[in-house]
Nanobody, 127 residues
Framework: QVALVESGGGLVQAGGSLRLSCAAS????????MGWFRQVPGNEREFVGAISWNGVTTYYSDSVKGRFTISRDNAKNTVYLQMNSLKPEDTAVYYC????????????????????WGQGTQVTVSS
């Protein structure tokens, strides 16, 4: 069992940056593929990006590619989402998710791929 807790959300002006963190409990975090999703009320949860267990492989949605970067520190049981050049349309609740023994060879862009979810952190980008 893994518990995920996001932090780092807040209010930022357009063009600014934020770094979200997702801290995981449990001793097997290093074997998990991790994903980030976001959701606006009334919309489906949207894939943002994913990272393999060793941090070598990352994927991003087209809407954030080149602006967002996912990284992880397995020694700290933490995955990060660095968000630069933020836009008002990035406003959402951001969730991290974990896939046990995930290889990112499956449907890593789908919510159903992941086993564990955090509670979410709000990011608001003002224009």
């Amino acid at each position: 069992q893994v518990a995920l807790v996001e932090s780092g959300g807040g209010l930022v002006q357009a063009g600014g940056s934020l770094r979200l963190s997702c801290a995981a409990s449990g001793r097997t975090f290093s074997s998990y593929a991790m994903g980030w999703f976001r959701q606006v009320p009334g919309n489906e949860r949207e894939f943002v990006g994913a990272i393999s267990w060793n941090g070598v492989t990352t994927y991003y949605s087209d809407s954030v590619k080149g602006r967002f970067t996912i990284s992880r520190d397995n020694a700290k049981n933490t995955v990060y989402l660095q968000m630069n050049s933020l836009k008002p349309e990035d406003t959402a609740v951001y969730y991290c998710a974990g896939k046990s023994w995930g290889s990112l060879s499956g449907r890593y862009y789908s919510q159903e791929y992941y086993d564990y979810w955090g509670q979410g952190t709000q990011v608001t980008v003002s224009s």
